[in-house]
């Protein structure tokens, strides 16, 4: 089946200690977005990949940054985690469409990421 | 101003029973898409149901149906026969024409759903 795919599901690491999230797709969709999710919170939308061209909110810390090396792949990487980064981030992908379209966007599983 | 209002965080249901769940949203756009998500308690984020502004007819999936009121700006998620499975959070979404081409959602605060045995 086609998917998306965020690896790992559960990552720990230290307060400081750069780390990575991926998420693989097999959608072939051009848009890839990351959200940062909090307990009991909606997810907050950290930035996206509209093909090639990146797109960062205005309120992202400089802290977060994406890699999007081809279509399938696509890397969140946080340069030193403090514990309030503590969080769901989950990865979605979509097809642009016209507005009205009935196209969801498509999630993965998430990764929980703990900070120590 | 919150562009999708969920107005309750926690909502309970007998199983078996039906609930509504509510959604109000605020936009300028005339073209834009409505949608629910379900989210357990292990995170992952589940596609239920589209309603188009457009659409004429309430959207339905199986047990979920979307009661639209586009005058009212409403889009409440209604679940038939509640199963115990049906415990979860529920989000409402919005994606507007003027959201530009990546088509961002804007989500509500969310409604955790617990159905009773």
């Known amino acids: 089946d086609a998917m998306v795919i965020q690896n790992p599901r559960y990552q720990v690491t230290q307060f400081g200690k750069p780390v990575t999230l991926s998420c693989s797709q097999t959608?072939?969709?051009?848009?890839m977005y990351w959200y940062q999710q909090k307990s009991s919170q909606a997810p907050k939308l950290l930035f996206h990949?509209?093909?090639?061209?990146?797109?960062n909110e205005a309120d992202t810390p400089d802290n977060f940054q994406s890699r999007r090396p081809n279509t399938s792949f696509c890397f969140l990487d946080i340069r030193s985690p403090g514990l309030g980064d503590a969080a769901m981030y989950l990865c979605?992908?979509?097809?642009?469409?016209?507005?009205?379209?009935?196209?969801?966007?498509?999630f993965g599983d998430g990764t929980r990421l703990s900070i120590l | 101003a919150q562009k999708i209002t969920q107005t309750q965080p926690g909502m309970f249901v007998q199983e078996k029973e039906a609930v509504t769940l509510d959604c109000t949203y605020d936009?300028?756009?005339?073209?834009?898409?409505l949608f629910w998500y379900k989210q357990p308690s292990s995170g992952e984020m589940i596609f239920l149901i589209y309603?188009?502004?457009?659409?004429?007819q309430n959207a339905t999936e199986g047990r979920y149906s979307l009661n639209f009121q586009k005058a009212r700006k409403s889009a409440n998620l209604v679940i038939s026969a509640s199963q115990l499975g049906d415990s979860a959070m529920y989000f409402c979404?919005?994606?507007?024409?003027?959201?530009?081409?990546?088509?961002?959602?804007?989500f509500g605060s969310g409604t955790q759903l617990t159905v009773l045995p």
């Open positions: 979605a992908t979509s097809i642009t469409t016209i507005p009205g379209s009935n196209q969801p966007q498509h």
């Open positions: 959608l072939n969709h051009n848009v």
């Open positions: 990949y509209y093909d090639k061209d990146f797109n």
């Open positions: 936009t300028s756009d005339q073209s834009y898409g």
């Open positions: 309603q188009g502004s457009y659409d004429e």
């Open positions: 979404a919005m994606r507007e024409r003027s959201s530009g081409s990546a088509r961002q959602l804007t």
